[in-house]
C-alpha cells in the first residue's frame, strides 16, 4: 500500500462546477497535510495546507481532514479553465528523526469551458 | 532570486556517466529533499536530510547519494547513471514547524 494515494484521474468538471479532490494516507502519526498545485512543466507550488481535523477554506479552496479515516480533500469552488492542473496531496510523516513530507501520485484536474 | 536554485536545468549525459546536481537556498531552513517526478507517479523521495550531520534515505535512493554540504547546499549524484533514472527532478526545503515545502524549479535530466 502506498503512503499517500490520491485518483490520478483526469478528473474532468466544466467551469464553474466544484472539483472534488481526494487523498488517503497511511501513517496515523502524521499531523501536517498539505495540496500543491503544479502546472506542466513547472515545479509544484502550495495552495492550501491543514494541520486540524475538519475543514479549512481560503478563498475558492476549501481543505478537508478527518484524521480518524485518514483522509484529506480538496474542493475548487467556481472552477476555472486556469485551475487545470495536477494537484498533489502532501503528508508530513512522523518519525523519531522529525518528519519527511510524502506525496501521492498527483490528479489530474481540467476544468472545461 | 529563486529561494530554493537548482543547477543545472537540464542536463543529457550518457550511462555510465557520473552526474551532480546541485541545489541551494536562501530561506534558512535546516530541511531539505531530493525528489524525483515521472509520468503518472507524483513525487518520490530519494534522500532528506534534517541537517548537515542528519542524511537520511528516502523510498527510492538506490543509484544515487547526496552531500549537505551546508545548511544551504545539498546536492544529489548518480554515480553511473543508467536510462531509467530519466526524469525530472526537483530539490525542495521546508520549514519544520509548518511543514511547508518549497521547491526549486527543476532538473530535467535524459540518461542516453
Known amino acids: 500500500q502506498k503512503e499517500v494515494e490520491q485518483n490520478s484521474g483526469p478528473l474532468s468538471v466544466p467551469e464553474g462546477a466544484i472539483a472534488s479532490l481526494n487523498c488517503t494516507y497511511s501513517d496515523r502519526g502524521s499531523q501536517s497535510f498539505f495540496w500543491y498545485r503544479q502546472y506542466s512543466g513547472k515545479s509544484p507550488e502550495l495552495i492550501m495546507f491543514?494541520?486540524?481535523?475538519g475543514d479549512k477554506e481560503d478563498g475558492r479552496f476549501t481543505a478537508q481532514l478527518n484524521k480518524a479515516s485518514q483522509y484529506v480533500s480538496l474542493l475548487i469552488r467556481d472552477s476555472q479553465p486556469s485551475d487545470s492542473a495536477t494537484y498533489l496531496c502532501?503528508?508530513?510523516?512522523?518519525?523519531?528523526?522529525?518528519?519527511?513530507?510524502?506525496f501521492g501520485q498527483g490528479t489530474e484536474l481540467s476544468v472545461k469551458p | 532570486d529563486a529561494d530554493v536554485t537548482q543547477t543545472p536545468r537540464n542536463r543529457i549525459t550518457k550511462t555510465g556517466k557520473r552526474i551532480m546536481l546541485e541545489c541551494s537556498q536562501t530561506k534558512g531552513h535546516d530541511r531539505m529533499y531530493w525528489y524525483r517526478q515521472d509520468p503518472g507517479l507524483g513525487l518520490r523521495l530519494i534522500y532528506y536530510s534534517f541537517d548537515v550531520k542528519d542524511i537520511n534515505k528516502g523510498e527510492i535512493s538506490d543509484g544515487y547519494s547526496v552531500s549537505r554540504q551546508a545548511q544551504a547546499k545539498f546536492s544529489l549524484s548518480l554515480e553511473s547513471a543508467i536510462p531509467n533514472q530519466t526524469a525530472l527532478y526537483f530539490c525542495a526545503t521546508s520549514d519544520w514547524r509548518t511543514g511547508k515545502a518549497f521547491f526549486g524549479q527543476g532538473t530535467r535530466l535524459t540518461v542516453v
Open positions: 502532501a503528508v508530513n510523516e512522523w518519525n523519531n528523526q522529525g518528519g519527511k513530507l510524502i
Open positions: 491543514i494541520y486540524s481535523n
